[in-house]
């Protein structure tokens, strides 16, 4: 999963380096570490402080501390993120885990957290490159979403899980709406203001006539209708 979340961000822009831990970096501007915690460790955690007891987790906080004091990356200090991922046995683990996932990533000191639950079985297929434009189309699986909302967390859509969890948790993917078929605010602007000039140049030829109608009287209702007929009916 480790080697998806790297992937990942290399196709966003972010650039490896090293400064006695692994970081990802874009535009020293935005900063993600990410540390990996096993199942049986995660499901202990049953307040915050004991986050600080993970091992794995003291170890990016060791680093992430030393850069900030190198004085090296000025801005790492208040713009980075660090990705959790958990390896489980079940991807119903997701909602099992929901109170541990609450707790770590409701503290946001040092970091910002994003916790992501997976299992081997879930990711097997996420190995197309560029990995992005397909993590988009399998997002947008109507059927598979159905499934989802109605079922919950099942083994059978595992792979969909996790996909959604990357979408939701991790700031730099996005879902890439299509333009085909849209108007920008421009554009029915002009549009409407060339329909409307076309219907005012038409009202403007027939003014003459128009001054002229007695709308009180029943005789004129041909008229009426025929001035009626320039107008447009949509």
Do not use: W
Request: aromatic letters at 10%.
């Amino acid at each position: 999963m480790e080697e998806i979340i790297k992937n990942l961000l290399s196709e966003c822009a972010y650039d490896e380096k090293t400064e006695g831990i692994t970081f990802y970096s874009k535009d020293d501007k935005s900063f993600f570490f990410i540390v990996n915690i096993s199942e049986e460790d995660f499901t202990t955690l049953k307040n915050k402080d004991l986050i600080n007891e993970y091992q794995q987790y003291k170890a990016v906080l060791d680093g992430f501390k030393r850069i900030i004091n190198n004085g090296d990356q000025i801005t790492i200090e208040k713009n980075s993120s660090l990705i959790v991922l958990v390896k489980c046995s079940s991807i119903e683990a997701i909602g099992n885990l929901q109170q541990q996932i609450l707790l770590f990533e409701e503290d946001q000191y040092f970091f910002k957290k994003y916790v992501i639950l997976y299992t081997d079985a879930s990711i097997g297929g996420l190995t197309t490159t560029p990995l992005v434009p397909e993590l988009r189309l399998k997002i947008n699986d109507k059927t598979t979403f159905s499934r989802f909302a109605s079922e919950g967390y099942k083994s059978e859509i595992a792979e969909y899980l996790v996909v959604i969890q990357l979408f939701i948790k991790l700031p730099f993917l996005n879902l890439d709406h299509g333009t085909e078929g849209f108007t920008s605010l421009n554009q029915k602007i002009t549009s409407v203001l060339d329909t409307e000039a076309a219907l005012y140049a038409s009202l403007l030829s027939h003014s003459e006539e128009l001054g002229q109608v007695d709308f009180s009287k029943s005789e004129e209702e041909t008229k009426i209708n025929q001035l009626l007929s320039i107008l447009p009916h949509d």
